[in-house]
């Protein structure tokens, strides 16, 4: 069974510090792996995926993420915060067939000015 | 990329009444279509999953006859609350995904259901 574990249900950065947002997965596959922003009352937009390429995977907005595989996690950053990045942010796992995602719990990050 | 048209963004209905959303996906096949619910400060909880001309799944513990799904074509799938009180007031949200593995959900842009 997948498991997404998100942990930190809130973070708050400095405006211009590095963003981290964790995340780690439970998978008896090699999974896909993905995160999506939430802004308030919108759906999901999809910031990157890892699909078994290249374990450091760039995405929209400045945004990356690292598989390790040894550490079943992958992690959220960026360098630099925006007023902008502060949203609700979600990891996903999907294991194959269907397009069966699970998400994690979600972390709010806040950017302080 | 791929658009997911979801609609209304917004609804406030009578307690009683039926309400339906629609998703459509724009430029690809959704070959399934997931449907979402999400109370305030939560993460997204599965209802259900529907492919094209079959009968939806639904997760255990939602009723599937106060949830009434309809994927009828590739590109459209329904949601219809029957009978809505207010306990149903909550965003919903869809989402389409291809069919192959790795790629990514894309997500309508939701519905908030508010019953008086």
């Known amino acids: 069974a997948q498991s997404v574990t998100q942990l930190g249900s809130h973070v708050s950065v400095s405006e211009g510090a590095l963003v981290l947002l964790r995340c780690n997965y439970s998978?008896?596959?090699?999974?896909?792996l993905f995160w999506y922003v939430q802004y308030p009352n919108q759906g999901l937009q999809l910031l990157l995926k890892y699909t078994s390429a290249a374990t450091l995977v760039k995405g929209i907005n400045g945004f990356e993420a690292e598989f390790k595989k040894s550490e079943t996690s992958f992690h959220l950053t960026k360098p630099s915060a925006h007023m902008s990045d502060a949203a609700e942010y979600f990891c996903a796992v999907s294991e194959g067939t269907g397009n069966q995602f699970y998400f994690g719990t979600g972390t709010s990050l806040t950017v302080i000015p | 990329g791929a658009v997911v048209s979801q609609h209304p963004s917004r609804v406030i209905c009578k307690s009683g009444t039926s309400v339906k959303i629609e998703c459509r996906s724009l430029?690809?096949?959704?070959?399934?279509m997931f449907w979402y619910r999400q109370f305030p400060k939560q993460s997204l909880m599965l209802m259900a999953t529907s492919n094209e001309g079959s009968k939806a799944t639904y997760e255990q513990g939602v009723e599937k006859d106060k949830f009434l799904i309809n994927h009828a074509s590739l590109t459209l799938s329904t949601l219809t609350v029957t009978s809505a009180h207010p306990e149903d007031s909550s965003f919903y949200i869809c989402s389409a995904g291809s069919g192959v593995s790795n790629s990514p959900l894309h997500f309508g842009n939701g519905t908030r259901l508010t019953v008086t």
């Open positions: 430029d690809f096949q959704a070959t399934t």
């Open positions: 998978s008896s596959v090699p999974p896909y």
